[in-house]
């Protein structure tokens, strides 16, 4: 019999009541790692309503207390480091090192949660008026939901949860149906931190349980990672009932490599950036922007990328997992296929792809199309797999053109030796995430993640008041300039604009 995922409510580990389970399936070899009894409309509504009422206390219990939960929590996170990467891995297949980077990058934000009593901080003005004074505080929301993907199990729940519980609000994680084991055993472990029964809930399930959770009535603010017509749905039906919602959704992300880069070092940064994690991160790039005569790059990245191979978790030589399922894989083998019938020049075919003692993996090699236009859909959807598209242009006025006519606008990069280059690009794109000589710009916990167009709908600070909320976009600029630029700019330099 194989394991059953529990929930946690109001502090104990508990089955879910729906009739409807389903398998956690290893996507390695398709074996059946766990089964996951989904809630029921009862569960929800009893995890809803504890979070409420644990709500009460939760909020009055001092700052400092709070941010001691959180440095207990961290360390336990960075003692099981290797536990939880495994975990990970046969969860939703990435490598080993894959894994312990998504692990990690989640224990930062954990960190960034520690130092809350600063991230608090009102304002105070003395004499605003003759004899009045004027002062802010800031004060926790409520109940927040937390619907994270598949494709970061552990960076993107604790994206959520340990900002909110940390600035006095409770929580509801309703992680990716297709990898809940990480997200139980993160549960697990803060609550051996000390967290107190109903200050986090853990359910699972679809878009019945998200639509359940939207719509109970102490819902007061929902985080969401993934798709964008799911971004698009709980966006709307969040608002509607006048509740805070943030949805990072989908990206078309577009690297643009001027002719004066460096060609190996802007090989040796797409290679990882295109395939990485087989293609299934919104920050990895998709489109590769050749600018004039560095379309004679092409052939040598092709190379390059056929020497990268998918394989198991604990292949120390695979390059990437396999796709999250077989449904995922055969999205992304028909949009290929579409691809080839609409013209584009197919370089590099991923599609015959096997890995020994695993056949029935859901293996997806590097693929690279060339002579990609705008209008098909290789380049106007995302395709959340190992496949980059190519696109040549005449010079920097037709990258941005090509960039900023772009639905999506979650992160881009940009390749030169030019620092005059580089500054028009980081001006003019219209993209939340500009790397500079930087491959995929994503910005470290004390930054806004900060996506633009369909790649972000609502409010930037979701969890409470505990920061400035910004009325005009935010560009997070990430640059590592050449030596011989000619900019000031000193290197690792990391710009906001507003």
């Known amino acids: 019999m194989s394991k059953i995922v529990p929930q946690y409510i109001n502090g104990e580990f508990v089955a879910g009541q729906s009739p409807q389970q389903l398998a956690v399936i290893n996507p390695a070899n398709q074996a059946t790692l766990a089964t996951l009894p989904l809630s029921s409309e009862a569960d929800i509504q009893r995890a809803v309503a504890g979070a409420a009422e644990a709500f009460k206390h939760w909020r009055k219990v001092a700052v400092p207390e709070r941010a001691r939960l959180m440095l207990r929590y961290q360390q336990l996170l960075k003692d099981h480091h290797d536990e939880l990467a495994r975990i990970l891995a046969e969860d939703n297949g990435k490598t080993f090192e894959d894994a312990k980077g998504d692990v990690w990058r989640g224990i930062e934000v954990v960190e960034q949660a520690c130092n ?5 901080m009102g304002e105070t003005v003395e004499n605003v008026a003759r004899d009045v004074d004027t002062y802010s505080i800031t004060q926790p929301l409520g109940v927040c939901v937390g619907i994270t993907p598949f494709n970061f199990p552990a960076m993107i729940p604790l994206w959520m949860f340990p900002l909110a519980i940390a600035c006095g609000n409770t929580f509801v994680l309703k992680p990716s149906e297709q990898v809940p084991l990480t997200a139980l055993r993160l549960v697990e472990l803060f609550e051996e931190a000390g967290c107190p029964p109903g200050v986090l809930q853990l359910v699972h399930g679809g878009k019945e349980q998200v639509d359940a959770l939207l719509d109970h009535p102490a819902t007061r603010a929902i985080s969401f990672v993934g798709s964008v017509p799911a971004g698009e749905h709980i966006y709307r039906r969040g608002c509607h009932q006048l509740k805070r919602v943030q949805c990072m959704a989908g990206a078309k992300n ?7 880069a460096d060609k190996n070092t802007v090989i040796n940064n797409l290679l990882g950036a295109a395939v ?7 920050m990895a790039i998709s489109v590769a922007v050749f600018v004039g005569d560095s379309i004679h790059w092409l052939d040598e990245l092709c190379a390059k990328l056929a020497e990268i191979q998918p394989g198991h978790w604990d ?5 990437f997992g396999p796709l999250i399922s077989q449904t995922a894989k055969q999205r992304v ?3 290929i296929a579409a691809g080839v019938a609409e013209g584009a020049n197919l370089k590099l075919d991923g599609r015959d792809c096997s890995v020994a003692g695993y056949p029935d993996g859901n293996w997806l090699g590097p693929t690279v199309f060339s002579d990609v236009s705008s209008d098909m859909r290789i380049y106007r959807e995302e395709i959340f797999g190992p496949v980059l598209c190519a696109v040549h242009v005449a010079n920097l006025d037709e990258a941005l053109a090509l960039v900023n006519a772009n639905p999506y606008g979650n992160g881009t990069s940009i390749f030169t030796a030019s620092g005059a280059a580089a500054r028009r690009y980081q001006s003019e794109v ?6 500079i000589n930087i491959p995929i710009p994503v910005p470290l916990p004390f930054f806004s993640f900060t996506g633009w167009k369909k790649s972000f709908m609502g409010d930037l600070h979701a969890y409470g ?3 400035i909320r910004f009325y005009t976009e935010t560009k997070t600029i990430t640059a590592r300039w050449p030596e011989d630029s000619a900019s000031s700019a000193q290197p690792n330099m990391t710009i906001a604009l507003k």
Do not use: F, N, W, Y
């Open 465 to 467: 008041k505990q920061a």
């Open 254 to 260: 577009h690297m643009v490599i001027m002719p004066d």
């Open 333 to 335: 083998t028909d949009l």
């Open 315 to 319: 292949d120390p030589a695979a390059g």
């Open 116 to 120: 809350t009593p600063s991230l608090l």
């Open 276 to 282: 990485g994690a087989a293609g299934q991160r919104c």
């Open 430 to 435: 219209e993209v939340g995430q500009v790397g």
